[in-house]
């Protein structure tokens, strides 16, 4: 064996508090989520068209100089033109303005029940799983009442009391869509609640509602998110389908679904009316899924395979 | 209190309700722990320990005995008393993965404690996480990232660190180590011996492996089964074990010398554990033990003092 003489080896030190450094820069879970979303084409392109529907439902109105209730009853139903991008209704007006209109009603419908469910769901499942026992049980037999509630025999009742319109169709399905979330949230809290860092923030002392704000609901947020996400379209299809069957808003503010409506009376001459409202129902309650579906796959990465 | 006892826990009882009936998980048991003391339980999985320890802690409410901390009865406080409790109390926990929140930077979880008691705001409270980062053995640029991106040993550093930040005189340890690496298992427990002299801690340290618990502990607890079989300084346990169940359990410990590890006799036990929801009458570890008499299955053999501060709990040692 060669002999390798002592002074050969210099010692450059082993520092104890720089062994315990970390070069990797920090990453929240935020940003490790957005760079896996990022990473699913099919999502990004739903997010990049549910951001053009927003911008076009705030701006497309004005992109041209008609008013959405205008009747012009010596252009009715035009096919596409230079002048009317979408054409004309059996009233003359203009389509194109309409169906911006109608984006904005179906997407503040979508949106706010959305988040209306989500803050009564949360609030509610988050007390129901936090203190569990009887407090849970009589909590959650009520969701299971509220559930079998048919809520187009709410929207009717709540007809006859609030009259027609958007405040009473988001009213009714905000009260018995809530039920969902509370369900998620409730099943969420329950399975957070027993993890070890929740004993300790009990062990310092802190309270009920500091450890469900704090400690359960960060936690929980991944599924609150994606479950809002496939609200939306949910609630924008519902008000169409409201609308359709006239119980929606009323004229002259329209909707997709109010809009489909007008053109099923000339449907078999203008097919045309009803396919633009149409179109946009569909592509955007698929571009919701499609970005619900990679929410979940980006927030939680242990359900990917 | 006497003998500056700082815990007293006195025929605590919890029992869980299962399908199938009561899950005895804690029956009876009682001991003391003095202030600056280490107590060492251990015992087999299943047998009460990690139940104890947090019943001790007020995280269970108890089904029935007390737990005096420091003059605070444990399960019987109002808010004022909870969170004078919780200042001076306070518990390391199993699992560095489960024990902090991932969407909660380093520097937050440690502080989490900080806020609750309202002790220091901003610059303070900065400066106060950065010390007892260094004070574990962790960088003060720390703070800033997320449970994740730490490794187990490091993680248990901080939840070290978490409870040392209200400064409390006694922390439980539910198996701190029992989940880490047997390199890093040594750093860390060699960290909680030097903050109790540094600080004066008091611990009570549950784990199951019994060559850690001598080292760290002054006096050794061994349950079976919901119950104590032994309670005595950890020297006598390890030289003059007197409970059969102790006997049989340290027969099993690996001596690290081959010569004598050849010849060492193991005492192997007969059976499984039996049911915490329907245990054994009388002693519960009669089932399995070769000395077992008549009156095993009439009487439960009460913790009894046979020697100078050693306790067993035997029909053996019946005078």
Redesign the interface.
Request: charged share 20%; aromatic share 8%; hydrophobic share 35%.
């Given at each position: 064996m060669v002999d390798i003489s002592k002074d050969k080896f210099e010692i450059i030190g082993a520092n104890?508090?720089e062994s315990?450094?970390?070069v990797?820069p920090?990453?929240?879970?935020w940003q490790d989520a957005w760079r896996r979303l990022k990473m699913n084409k099919v999502a990004m392109a739903s997010l990049v068209f549910l951001i053009f529907l927003v911008l076009m439902a705030i701006f497309g109105p004005y992109m041209r100089p008609f008013d959405y209730a205008h009747q012009d009853l010596f252009n009715t139903n035009k096919p596409f033109s230079k002048v009317h991008w979408f054409g004309t209704d059996y009233l003359g007006r203009d389509l194109f303005v309409r169906v911006w209109m109608g984006a904005r009603v179906s997407l503040f419908i979508g949106v706010t029940i959305a988040f209306l469910d989500a803050v009564i769901g949360v609030t509610y499942g988050g007390i129901a799983g936090y203190f569990g026992g009887q407090v849970d049980n009589i909590m959650m037999r009520i969701v299971d009442i509220l559930y079998g509630i048919p809520y187009l025999i709410l929207v009717i009742l709540l007809m006859v009391v609030m009259g027609q319109g958007l405040w009473t169709i988001i009213t009714a399905m905000v009260m018995t869509g809530w039920v969902g979330m509370a369900r998620i949230v409730r099943g969420q809290v329950l399975q957070l609640k027993e993890?070890?860092?929740v004993?300790?923030?009990?062990?310092?002392?802190?309270s009920p509602g500091?450890i469900i704000l704090?400690?359960l609901i960060?936690?929980a947020?991944g599924p609150i998110i994606v479950s809002m996400t496939f609200d939306v379209p949910n609630a924008i299809f519902s008000e169409a389908f409201l609308s359709y069957i006239g119980l929606g808003i009323r004229a002259p503010l329209a909707s997709w679904g109010t809009l489909a409506n007008d053109a099923t009376q000339v449907l078999l001459m203008y097919p045309m009316q009803l396919f633009i409202p149409g179109f946009f129902i569909s592509v955007t309650m698929l571009a919701f899924n499609m970005l619900g579906d990679g929410l979940r796959d980006a927030l939680d990465p242990r359900l990917r395979r | 209190m006497k003998d500056n006892v700082i815990l007293e826990v006195k025929n605590l009882k919890k029992y869980f309700h299962v399908n199938g009936g009561i899950l005895k998980a804690v029956d009876d048991v009682s001991f003391n722990i003095k202030r600056g003391e280490t107590l060492g339980l251990v015992g087999e999985s299943g047998c009460g320990k990690s139940t104890t320890g947090r019943t001790v802690i007020g995280l269970y409410e108890a089904t029935g005995g007390s737990v005096i901390f420091d003059d605070i009865p444990v399960h019987k406080m109002n808010d004022e008393t909870r969170r004078k409790f919780a200042r001076k109390a306070q518990m390391i926990f199993q699992d560095p993965y489960a024990s902090l929140n991932p969407r909660m930077t380093v520097g937050d979880i440690i502080g989490e404690g900080i806020d609750i008691h309202g002790l220091y705001t901003g610059k303070e409270r900065r400066e106060r996480i950065y010390n007892l980062l260094e004070l574990v053995g962790l960088n003060r640029e720390h703070a800033n990232r997320f449970p994740h991106e730490f490794s187990g040993g490091q993680r248990q550093r901080i939840g070290i660190a978490r409870a040392m930040a209200i400064e409390p005189e006694f922390i439980v340890c539910d198996e701190p180590i029992s989940a880490l690496d047997v390199s890093i298992q040594a750093q860390i427990v060699n960290l909680l011996m030097n903050l109790q002299e540094e600080k004066g801690l008091t611990y009570l340290f549950i784990a199951h492996d019994l060559s850690m618990v001598r080292h760290i502990s002054d006096r050794v607890a061994v349950m079976y089964l919901g119950s104590i079989a032994e309670l005595t300084q950890s020297g006598e346990l390890y030289t003059n074990p007197l409970h059969p169940y102790t006997q049989a359990l340290l027969s099993a410990v690996p001596i690290p010398d081959p010569e004598v590890e050849r010849k060492r006799e193991r005492i192997i036990l007969e059976g499984d554990v039996p049911s915490p929801i329907n245990p054994p009458s009388g002693c519960r570890f009669r089932t399995r033990c070769k000395y077992a008499m008549d009156i095993c299955s009439e009487v439960t053999p009460p913790l009894k003092e046979v020697g100078s501060g050693h306790f067993v709990a035997c029909h053996l040692f019946d005078k």
């Open positions: 104890a508090s315990q450094s970390i990797r920090s990453i929240s879970y993890q070890e860092f004993l300790a923030a009990k062990t310092l002392g802190a500091r704090r400690h960060p936690n947020l | -």
